[in-house]
């Protein structure tokens, strides 16, 4: 009697058990969600910079099987530019840069109150 031909057919050993083929297994696997994590990771930092909501477009990108599809529509609907920062903000850069005067300053930070 063998054993291993009296076993019924979902009893037997199958070649690409546990292995899959390729395409399936572990390494693209891995690969797939590392490239997800960092296009996600990319997305909630160009939406924070735009002022939307970063972490939402993160998850939503995360998701399987849709992620792609939001990644579309998150690149049709995003702002056009980035949101710059507030007025107080630009003129202290400018003044950092040396780009006004002091005086200039204080008198651009008056007219903006």
């Known amino acids: 009697m063998n054993l291993y031909t009296d076993l ?15 395409g399936f297994g572990w390494l693209p696997l891995l690969l797939w969600l590392a490239f997800f994590l960092i ?3 990319l997305v909630y930092q160009d939406a924070e910079k735009r002022g939307m909501n970063g972490l939402l477009w993160l998850v939503l990108i995360l998701i399987p099987m849709v992620g792609l ?10 702002e056009e530019k980035p949101v710059i ?14 780009e006004i005067t002091l005086e200039e300053y204080e008198e651009l930070k008056d007219k903006l109150k």
């Open 69 to 78: 599809l939001f990644l579309l529509i998150y690149i049709v609907v995003r």
């Open 39 to 41: 296009i996600g990771v």
């Open 85 to 98: 920062g507030n007025t107080d903000e630009i003129l202290d850069e400018r003044l950092a840069k040396g």
């Open 8 to 22: 019924p057919l979902i009893f037997e050993h199958h070649p690409m058990e546990g292995w899959g083929f390729w």
